[in-house]
Structures are given as C-alpha cells and as structure tokens.
C-alpha cells in the first residue's frame, strides 16, 4: 500500500526517475498557518545538510533543489481543511546511468522481487523503492510535526552509531575511509518524544509501539526497530526492567519520555564487484555506477521524525487536535 494512516492520512506517490514525487496529505485542520520554513529545512538536512563533508552523502541528493508545488488544500500559506496536494519534480535524474541494469538483478535490491510478483519493474534508480521518495514523506511529516509542536509535543532524532563507531568526531573519518574502498556502511538513529500525554494507542493491535515499527520500517533500508530498554531487556533482571517502561505500557502511552532505535542497512549500491543475476537466469559480475549513499542513516534522521509524527498525528485523540488559529 502507499498509504499511512486512518484519520490523518498521507498517500505517496512518484518514482526515483519519473516526472515528480509527491504526496497526499489529509485530515489536518482549517486555518493553520503552516511554516514553509520548517519543511524547507528538514528537506535540507533529507539532502545531508546536517553533514559538513559529503562523504557519505549521494551527488544527487545534494543537486535536487526539492522546491514543493502545492496543488491544492494551502491558500496564502494557510490550510483549507482539504486535502493538502504536492509534487517536488525529479530535476536531476540520470537516468542513463541505470541503462546497462535493464536486464539485470542488483544485489541488495528490489529488482527481482518487483520483477516477480509485478512481471514489471521501473529499472531507473529502483522506481518506488529508492530512497528519493522519503521527500515526499518529509513534507507530510513536517506539518504534522508543526502540530504536534503547537500541542507541545516534540520528536527529536539523533545519528548514534556508524558502523562500530559511536563518536560523532570519528563519523566523517569513517565515512571517507568507507566511501575510498568503494563501500558502504550501516547506522543507528535514536530517536525522542517528550510530551505525548497518557492514552495515546490501543490495546492488542492497535498498540502505540506496534504503529511505531510499522511506519518505521517502511522507510527504505530499515531493518530493525526496538523502543525503551530494547534488546538490551535481556541483561536485565525482573526487578530491573519492571522500574523502565519506555514511555508505553500495554501499547498504551503512559506520558513519559518515548525513546526507540532504528538500524539501517548498508547502501546496497557500491563501487566493488559483486556477483548477480540476469533476469535469464545467467550469472554476472557488476560495478555498480551512478551516485548512491555512503550512509543512507546520515539522510534518513528527518524521514524518521516525518513517519513518528505522522503515526502520533493519526493515533492521538481526535478532540485533542484544536490547533489555535491566528
């Protein structure tokens, strides 16, 4: 599906190398004036902007301007309580670069099951599954976050972990020293809600943390997802662990802090030779060319926050979102 959400919904849609990606935002309310400059800037830091090298960072993602054209639901910079409409057109894609992969499966990717189960697939850039359509995500994800701001509700996400490394000072050594051997390396973002009052979420499947993991593993190239203490539970006694409740008990918020975790795989795209398929069935042995990621953690920090606050948008109690209009 390319969809999230029951009543605050948001509808993706785009490929890597079409025209345009964009979104469709809606149950957010009349009158709000909304901070252009907020979405600007998350797409900024989308982009890498929050690194001051470019080690890690695709050449593509720092040459898309992303400027937004809103459709439809914003009149002079306030919401009409319609569904809000956008598009960012894909103004730097090569999609020559993607020629000699028509016919062949890449490691690590989508290719053959799109292939598959579609009997289809857009070859130029992974189409749906590349990480360009996290763009639209941000967008959606900053408004909502804009209103979760004006009920006091804050979502912070932070890079933790490259690889091994843990200090933020080693992080562009590493990332250079990766990105000369032609690989790519994984990351851990954390990320922090404060302000969440009591009785957000459901018993049984409509858990708060279950909705969480869900939104959260849909972004492209996660793998994993844990909340409170974590994996880490297991070194911990009963008595312990009963004294740390991450925020959520029985997938219900209990107003503390919330605190999870998200890894990220390594880029799949590298410069090394790897071993493949052909769509026939015939072995081959590809360098993958085009700009990719070094670290796809280093851009996905604002996609985690954009996905969190569109989750707690849609669960929170309906009657709670009187936003103040000026």
């Given at each position: 599906m390319n969809s999230l959400g029951k009543r605050f919904t948001f509808t993706s849609f785009g490929e890597s190398h079409g025209l345009a990606i964009g979104g469709v935002l809606d149950g957010v309310p009349a009158g709000i004036s909304i901070d252009f400059s907020m979405i600007s800037q998350a797409l900024l830091e989308r982009r890498g902007g929050c690194f001051t090298s470019t080690h890690g960072v695709s050449p593509r993602?720092?040459?898309?301007?992303?400027?937004?054209?809103?459709?439809?639901?914003?009149?002079?910079?306030?919401?009409?309580?319609?569904?809000?409409?956008?598009?960012?057109?894909?103004?730097?894609?090569?999609?020559?670069?993607?020629?000699?992969?028509?016919?062949?499966?890449?490691?690590?990717?989508?290719?053959?099951?799109?292939?598959?189960?579609?009997?289809?697939r857009d070859w130029r850039g992974g189409g749906r599954a590349s990480a360009r359509e996290t763009a639209a995500r941000v967008v959606a994800g900053t408004i909502a976050l804009q209103l979760l701001h004006d009920q006091g509700i804050t979502i912070q996400t932070q890079l933790t972990q490259i690889g091994y490394e843990t200090n933020p000072d080693k992080f562009e050594e590493l990332l250079a020293r990766t990105k000369a051997n032609g690989e790519s390396i994984g990351g851990i973002i954390a990320c922090d809600i404060e302000g969440l009052p009591i009785g957000v979420g459901e018993p049984i499947f409509d858990k708060l943390q279950s909705h969480l993991a869900f939104a959260i593993m849909s972004i492209n190239a996660c793998k994993g997802f844990d909340y409170g203490t974590g994996f880490d539970q297991v070194h911990l006694l009963g008595s312990e662990s009963n004294q740390i409740s991450g925020g959520i008990s029985g997938g219900i918020s209990d107003g503390s802090p919330i605190h999870f975790r998200c890894v990220f795989k390594p880029t799949p795209s590298i410069s090394k030779a790897q071993s493949c398929l052909n769509e026939d069935g015939t072995p081959n042995t590809i360098q993958i060319k085009g700009r990719h990621d070094t670290c796809v953690a280093i851009r996905a920090l604002p996609v985690v926050r954009a996905m969190t606050a569109l989750v707690l948008m849609d669960m929170h109690e309906q009657g709670l979102w009187e936003t103040n209009k000026d």
């Open positions: 993602a720092l040459q898309e301007p992303d400027e937004i054209e809103w459709l439809s639901g914003v009149l002079d910079g306030k919401t009409l309580g319609t569904p809000i409409a956008f598009i960012i057109r894909n103004k730097h894609a090569q999609s020559a670069d993607y020629d000699y992969l028509k016919h062949t499966y890449r490691p690590g990717h989508a290719d053959f099951t799109y292939q598959a189960k579609y009997g289809i």
